[in-house]
């Protein structure tokens, strides 16, 4: 079984290393270290206190962090010890920029790094279902695709380092616009008088419908239950990328640019702990119309 090293145990970090104890020698760290304990007792696996540790001998290192720079802050204590010749795999939805500046200090040491953010959410995670995008180099990518099958269902190399990011950041502000335009037209459809119940049967069966409309507003709005699996902090965070990384293209796109300062609004207004599909309570608000 491969050695690996898993560096962040999130909402969606703990069930992706829970799948991976099963297929690899797995040594788990946390910045609170006792998360990383309780998971250690229960999937039978090593806990590290230190970075360093977690890292030192593993083939592979896995990271899941909120952010690019959150990772980037763990390579002074990584570095001495990383393996020569091991691959690391950085499962945050980072930013193309920062996963070319990790991937840099990486080689000095010879470790080869992949950007591979996720999607599929947390039930995904658990399922082993998620799809996988990957920016680097294909030779390190195939060292590791047995691994990563353990937890993607869809694995695929977009490009160059950062390609992953890049792909994940747009996805995600695709998925910002389709929650908060679809949570626009409930509300307006609400208050002439249809249900939103009766009015996502129909989208659902015609050309309007997305996963928010599918699965997200049903399952977490209409339902009152706003589970969290996914803080809105991180899809702000997700669509900021986006529409810097559109920026740096010069490629047009305001309805983007909109939805990232949306998301910022939504954000400063509901919180660092609340669920992305919170964010429809901003446009009830709004609106006047509970979308249930
Ligand atoms: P969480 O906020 O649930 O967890 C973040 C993890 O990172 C925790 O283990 C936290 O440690 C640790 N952490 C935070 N800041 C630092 C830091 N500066 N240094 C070291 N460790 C740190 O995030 P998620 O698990 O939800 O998300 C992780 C990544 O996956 C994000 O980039 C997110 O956008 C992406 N993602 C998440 C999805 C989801 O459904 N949740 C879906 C797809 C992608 P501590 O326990 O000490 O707080």
Not at 3 to 32: H, K, Y
Request: charged share 20%.
């Amino acid at each position: 079984m491969p050695r690996l090293a898993f560096l962040g145990l999130g909402d969606i970090g703990t069930p992706m290393a829970a799948r991976l104890a099963r297929t690899c020698e797995l040594t788990v760290w946390n910045r609170t270290a006792t998360k990383a304990a309780t998971f250690a007792a229960e999937h039978d696996v090593a806990a590290a206190k230190t970075v360093a540790d977690a890292v030192r001998g593993a083939e592979i290192v896995a990271s899941c962090l909120p952010t690019s720079p959150d990772v980037e802050g763990l390579l002074d204590q990584a570095l001495p010890a990383l393996q020569k010749g091991a691959v690391w795999v950085d499962f945050t939805s980072g930013d193309p920029a920062g996963s070319r500046r990790i991937a840099a200090r990486l080689a000095t040491v010879g470790v080869s790094y992949l950007d591979a953010p996720v999607s599929g959410g947390v039930a995904g995670a658990e399922a082993g279902t998620l799809t996988i995008m990957v920016g680097g180099d294909e030779r390190a990518l195939e060292r590791v695709r047995g691994v990563l099958d353990a937890v993607g269902q869809k694995i695929v190399l977009c490009g160059p380092i950062g390609s992953g990011d890049a792909v994940k950041a747009v996805n995600n502000a695709l998925l910002a616009v389709h929650l908060w335009s679809a949570a626009e037209g409930l509300a307006a459809l609400k208050s002439a008088g249809v249900s939103p119940t009766v009015a996502l049967d129909v989208i659902n069966a015609s050309s309007g419908r997305s996963n928010a409309s599918m699965n997200l507003i049903p399952q977490r709005v209409v339902s009152r239950k706003f589970p969290r699996t996914f803080r809105l902090a991180l899809l702000d965070k997700d669509v900021g990328i986006a529409a810097q990384f559109i920026r740096d293209q010069k490629t047009p796109a305001p309805l983007l640019q909109l939805t990232a300062e949306m998301m910022r609004i939504a954000h400063n207004l509901l919180g660092a702990e609340a669920d992305h599909a919170e964010m429809a309570k901003v446009v009830e608000q709004w609106s006047g119309q509970e979308i249930s």
